[in-house]
Nanobody, 121 residues
Framework: QVQLVERGGGLVQAGGSLRLSCVAS????????MGWYRQAPGNQRELVAT???????NYAESVKGRFIIARDDIKKTVYLQMNSLKPEDTAVYYC???????????????WGQGTQVTVFS
């Protein structure tokens, strides 16, 4: 089995920073693209940022210049550094990763359980 576990959510004042992390564990042969999505109440889940194995990054327009995604493949971890947070960043943040499973021998998309980020003004 493959598991993704997020950490680092919480309550922060507007203008502040938070760092999310997500650790992958289990039957993992390799990690491909990893990323973060978020879902606010009443909204659809939306892309925040992704990072490829080669380090290529992609960000939602709404977070460009404020958020930074990074990964450590030795630790099987993806990070999201969130700076200059705004109340509209309030959401449940989910990490996702494309993982080659040693159990199935195939590449699949896996999701974490989500971590709440609340930004108050």
């Amino acid at each position: 089995q493959v598991q993704l576990v997020e950490r680092g959510g919480g309550l922060v004042q507007a203008g502040g920073s938070l760092r999310l992390s997500c650790v992958a564990s289990g039957d993992i042969l390799g990690l491909s693209t990893m990323g973060w999505y978020r879902q606010a109440p009443g909204n659809q889940r939306e892309l925040v940022a992704t990072i490829t194995r080669g380090g290529g990054t992609n960000y939602a327009e709404s977070v460009k210049g404020r958020f930074i995604i990074a990964r450590d493949d030795i630790k099987k971890t993806v990070y999201l550094q969130m700076n200059s947070l705004k109340p509209e960043d309030t959401a449940v943040y989910y990490c996702t990763a494309a993982i080659l499973s040693s159990a199935t021998g195939s590449l699949g998309d896996y999701w974490g359980q989500g971590t709440q980020v609340t930004v108050f003004s």
